[in-house]
């Protein structure tokens, strides 16, 4: 045969192959018809779904193995070859097969059980022990059951839910003390069932058995069966009975609905107990013991006690009593001797003044505080450090008012503490100036200036002189990290504070002195702040070098002002120091210094003596930009008007109505400062720039008085018959504000919820309804609200909220009614849980399992042989079938491979030409 002839013929078949191969396509196509799903019944059997039937198109590959048969290199007979084709074929055939996902429907009864053992600590050893023995039970009686393979799971739970590990006697059952689920003081049997869901295997009944006492602390047993009825699942439980133990139980505290200042009152312990003995309670007001009854013994007896306190609050706000169990004879658990109530307390208002001229002058707060005691107000004088760092100790104060405090007295901490007090409290603050207030104390872009009704970047005055300022920073090694961070920040928030024409320098030392920003305008901020950035910690630490480098380039620069701000971590030598700041010195140069946490206060007062300068020492890297923007304002001192000033009325409002205010005598001075736009201005300097400024901050109200309070600047006010009044004024107008009328509040604790009651009536006995009330939940632990409730109008006059409590203490609450947006009135009370309610019972609650059980169809106090009864039920589940199609094909594989290598029809004849 020629070579053409031979590929004609080559063609030609494979035309054919291709020609079968697509007709198999499409007939397997055609019979398809695009279904996603197709059912067969083969020879009348269980009908077989493929899931996915696009994959049998796979079948027209098989032509292919008998057209080109001809070719073969092999001897066999063409009969084992068709044989081989035949089995090759099948092979793929099966592939298909099994790739089209053949499965069919099957049923069982097979049961599948998961246990939720109760592990809390309301359960108790003997109850645990029982558990264990019950689950044990069950697992002897899943052996002895009449169907195959039955399934059992064990979860236990508390606070948190687990999956029990398994050893070689059975599953490993006990406390939760520690991993992922620790913590025993809680039991949250509706988590513990929705883990349990993913646990059941497919072609098994699924069954729960809730072994536990049934006292939740969190979530609902309830609710979760109908879920689980709707999921299949049947839910049983089984309960043990309580030991009999002796326990002494303190309930809670009861205080009287109004509190006042200085009125005696009761405090009332519900205490329970299963036997009678002699106890002692010890009962502390806030974070002192009781004043009129710090102690008591009694006898109690079986049943519920009540005992009363004598008590009485000195100071108006909030106050805390607890009451401890510290002696007696026998008691289980311990957890539950403690109870905790917080109530509010009226009284006088209580103002915080916090004065930082004491450092200057002891006595330079009396004015002030004698002014406003004689209008009936308490007064806590506090130094410049006495300012709190928290909004829950600032709570109970009325207003705070901060006078002459330089900004790195105050912390980050304490100036958020304040705008928490103001915006989200409702409380008063008052600032006061002097030197070391407003923009000339370093509060320049702070937080402080977030929550004023001005502005601290006051204008230059007329003589305002030229600065230049060099900054020299310690970028030794122990500087590296947060250190060199804050002082880079420093020098930014330096540049920001200094006006465009005044001039600024940056050098860093280690061994050796290295110039960053050679002295230039302040107006190129951006080219200062991108060198700064390139400061990088390194080396020694030496002084010397970057304060000569800093005397030679102040002495090229014409400025009326020249200024260093020394920053340094650690030790340097002394030598030659003392020389060059007094040589600095003579050449009208001063010198400040700041050290940080490492460095020589020995040193660094030396610079500043003899430097005519400050010495800052701090351990808080957080206050490094406050005191160089102080120090900055030092240097400028343009925001300081020293003159005869007359006060003049820029808004006549009600704070100074009644006060003369127009025959008050001049101020001597104050700290010039720039009005908000939202900003009321209520008097004003000679000049026009505010003395009183006030504005809605939040829920509080926060006021600017640019004059001080003292006997410098506010002499010939002190003087003034009218002091007293303006400042009683000012101080009611701006402290935390009353509600016109407030209602009755009563509180309740049941399985964790606290619930609310507001009865709302008017003074003539009428029944308010129709209002807006929401109910805030305030934390005591950072007095914040933490949770704010829509109060529903149940019935006349009747407000209605519960929730849930996220913590264990006491809580302040306070509803606030309103109409038409207006607040018309305030209703305050308090609700405690001292404790887990994992503490609070101590018997099995039997009621909610019972309901359980009612409503998913299982059984209470179920008997493990029960357990694995199917009745009459059966699951049916899809079963793959493609695992034995590919045993299938393995097969056909091995008898190819047998026909490949066995030679079972003899030989081929094979013809060459």
């Known amino acids: 045969m020629s070579r053409d002839s031979q590929w004609v013929r080559i063609l030609a078949l494979g035309a054919l192959a291709v020609f079968l191969a697509g ?61 081989q084709a035949g089995l090759r074929s099948l092979v793929i055939a099966a592939a298909a097969l099994a790739l089209a996902r053949p499965s069919w429907v099957t049923s069982d009864t097979k049961v599948a059980t998961v246990v939720l053992v109760d592990v809390s600590e309301s359960v108790s050893d003997a109850q645990l022990a029982n558990a264990k023995t019950y689950v044990d039970e069950l697992r002897a009686s899943a052996a002895r059951g009449d169907a195959e393979d039955h399934w059992l799971e064990v979860v236990t739970f508390a606070e948190k839910p687990q999956v029990a590990a398994r050893d070689g006697k059975g599953f490993v059952i006990g406390r939760h003390t520690s991993g992922p689920a620790a913590g025993g003081a809680g039991s949250d049997i509706q988590s513990a069932m929705q883990l349990a869901y993913g646990l059941y295997p497919p072609g098994h009944l699924p069954r729960m058995v809730l072994v536990t006492d049934g006292n939740q602390t969190v979530g609902d047993l309830v609710a979760e069966s109908y879920r689980a009825k709707e999921m299949g699942v049947k839910v049983s439980s089984k309960t043990f009975p309580a030991d009999q133990v002796k326990e002494i139980r303190v309930v809670g505290l009861e205080l009287p609905d109004e509190i006042k200042v200085g009125q005696p009152f009761e405090v009332k312990a519900q205490v329970w107990s299963t036997h009678p003995e002699s106890v002692t309670m010890n009962l502390r007001q806030d974070e002192f013991p ?58 006088k208002p209580n103002i915080l003044y916090v004065e930082g001229g004491v450092m200057r002058e002891p006595g330079s707060a009396r004015y002030l505080e004698r002014a406003l005691e004689h209008e009936n107000m308490d007064v806590e004088v506090r130094g410049p450090r006495g300012l709190p760092s928290s909004a829950k100790e600032l709570e109970k104060y009325d207003l705070v008012l901060v006078s002459d405090v330089p900004a790195h007295f105050l912390g980050a901490g304490q100036m958020t503490a304040l705008d928490t007090y103001v915006r989200q409290m409702g409380g008063g603050l008052i600032m006061a100036g002097g030197e070391d207030s407003f923009g000339s104390g370093g509060y320049q872009g702070t937080k402080i200036e977030q929550i004023m009704p001005v502005r601290f970047d006051a204008e230059k005055l007329r003589e305002q002189p030229d600065v230049a300022l060099m900054l020299v920073i310690d970028r030794s090694g122990s500087m590296q990290g947060p250190k060199l961070e804050a002082a880079k920040e420093s020098a930014r928030v330096t540049t920001e504070v200094l006006s465009p024409n005044d001039v600024i320098g940056v050098i860093a030392f280690d061994s050796e002195a290295q110039v960053f920003v050679r002295p230039q305008r302040a107006a190129n901020k951006m080219r200062i702040s991108a060198d700064i950035a390139r400061l990088q910690s390194a080396g020694g630490t030496n002084i010397y070098p970057g304060l000569r480098e800093a005397f030679e380039l102040l002495q090229g620069v014409n400025a009326k002002v020249k200024h260093v701000i020394l920053l340094s971590d650690g030790e340097a030598p002394y030598d030659g120091i003392v020389d060059l700041v007094q040589d600095m010195r003579a050449a009208r140069i001063t010198i400040s210094a700041v050290g940080v946490s490492g460095a020589d206060r020995n040193l660094l007062s030396l610079i500043a003596d003899n430097g005519d300068g400050r010495l800052y020492m701090t351990d808080d890297i957080g206050a490094l930009p406050r005191i160089f923007m102080k120090e900055t304002t030092e240097a400028q001192k343009s925001q ?47 000049l026009g720039e505010p003395i009183l400024a006030r504005w809605r901050h939040g829920t509080g109200t926060s006021v600017a008085w640019t004059s001080d309070v003292k006997n410098r600047w506010s002499q010939d006010w002190i003087a003034w018959n009218g002091y007293p009044k303006f400042w009683a004024q000012l101080v009611r107008t701006s402290m935390r504000r009353k509600v016109y009328d407030s209602y009755d509040m009563y509180t309740s604790i049941d399985d964790g919820r606290a619930k609310v009651v507001v009865d709302a009536i008017d003074s003539s006995d009428q029944f308010v309804n129709a209002l807006d009330t929401q109910l805030e939940v305030v934390d005591p632990a950072t007095n914040q609200v933490k949770q704010t409730i829509p109060m529903d109008q149940a019935a006349a006059g009747r407000y209605v909220a519960d929730f849930k409590i996220e913590r264990y203490g006491s809580f302040l609450l306070r509803a606030v009614h309103k109409r038409d947006g207006k607040t018309v009135a305030e209703s305050m009370g308090s609700v405690a849980l001292p404790y887990p309610v994992e503490y609070l019972k101590t018997t099995p609650d039997t009621k909610s399992l019972e309901q359980a059980a009612t409503v998913s169809d299982g059984e209470h106090e179920l008997d493990p042989a029960e357990a694995w009864k199917a009745t009459e039920e059966s699951v049916t589940y899809t079963r793959d079938l493609w695992p034995w199609v590919l045993l299938f094909m393995v097969g056909l594989i091995v008898l190819d491979v047998y026909a490949k290598r066995v030679r079972l029809f003899g030989y081929r004849t094979i013809r060459f030409e």
């Not at 109690?300 to 004879?329: H, M, Q």
């Open 290 to 347: 009781n004043a009129l009854e710090p102690q008591k013994t009694v006898e109690l007896r079986e049943g519920v006690n009540r005992i009363a306190f004598k008590a009485e609050a000195k100071r108006a706000g909030a106050t805390t009593f607890r009451l401890k169990l510290s002696k007696y004879t026998s008691d289980t658990e311990k957890q539950n001797n403690e109870a905790v109530m917080t109530a509010p307390v009226k009284g």
């Open 640 to 686: 300081l008007v020293e003159d005869l000033i007359k006060v003049r009325v820029a808004k006549r409002v009600e704070l100074i109505e009644g006060t003369a205010i127009e025959s008050a005598p001049p101020l001597r001075g104050y700290v010039t400062t720039k009005p908000k736009p939202t900003g009321e201005v209520v008097l004003i300097s000679d």
């Open 23 to 83: 007709g198999i396509y499409a007939l397997v196509d055609a019979w398809i018809a695009g279904r996603t799903v197709i059912t067969i019944a083969p020879f009348g059997m269980r009908p077989v779904d493929l899931l996915e039937p696009d994959a049998l198109k796979l079948v027209a590959i098989a032509p292919f193995f008998f057209v080109y048969l001809h070719w073969s290199l092999t001897d066999l007979s063409f009969t084992q070859q068709g044989l």
